[in-house]
């Protein structure tokens, strides 16, 4: 009888604690996760799909990225566009700290209706996460048996440690 009063203690408890830690859990995790494809440069869902690259072609064909030469046809520096994109992440920006998009990404809970949402100030994301407007699709945020997984796993690990007590 004493076993019993102590399981329903104990349930009580992670029914009045585990709803907002719950909540809590998806927004840090889910913000993990848009930072994780931002490093990845691709979308995880079940595996990583990456990113097409940028394009190093102008309108005329003509690569963007080329060197300059000397008269004698020595190679040289690299020209502007082309230095300022070497070695630079894809949706990473250049002369303006670039990780604007990366880290413009926040998360609210609403635990009244037991959801979080996750939002930004940057119009032009919504563009790139679905290839909007003849924009190549670069998703960063969406659906993932990634994701739920790692949430799951999280939820089940402080559950135990709640029940564990």
């Known amino acids: 009888m004493n076993d019993l ?3 329903q203690a104990l349930l009580d408890l992670a029914a009045k604690e585990m709803p907002k830690k719950t909540l809590t859990i998806i927004g840090v995790e889910g913000k993990n ?4 494809n931002f490093r990845d440069e691709g979308f995880t869902d079940n595996n990583l799909q990456k990113w097409e690259e940028r394009k190093t072609e102008d309108k005329r064909g003509r690569d963007i990225t080329r060197y300059r030469t000397s008269r004698r046809g020595k190679q040289g520096n690299l020209n502007k566009y082309g230095s300022s994109n070497k070695d630079r992440a894809i949706l990473t920006g250049h002369g303006t700290g670039g990780n604007k998009l990366r880290n413009s990404y926040r998360y609210r809970i609403s635990l009244g209706s037991g959801q979080v949402s996750f939002y930004t100030y940057k119009e032009y994301a919504q563009r790139h996460n679905e290839g909007l407007d003849g924009m190549t699709k670069r998703q960063f945020i969406g659906k993932s048996a990634y994701l739920h997984s790692k949430i799951a796993n999280k939820v089940t690990k402080e559950l135990n440690k709640l029940l564990n007590k």
């Open 33 to 36: 996760f848009i930072q994780k």
């Open 5 to 7: 009063k102590a399981l």
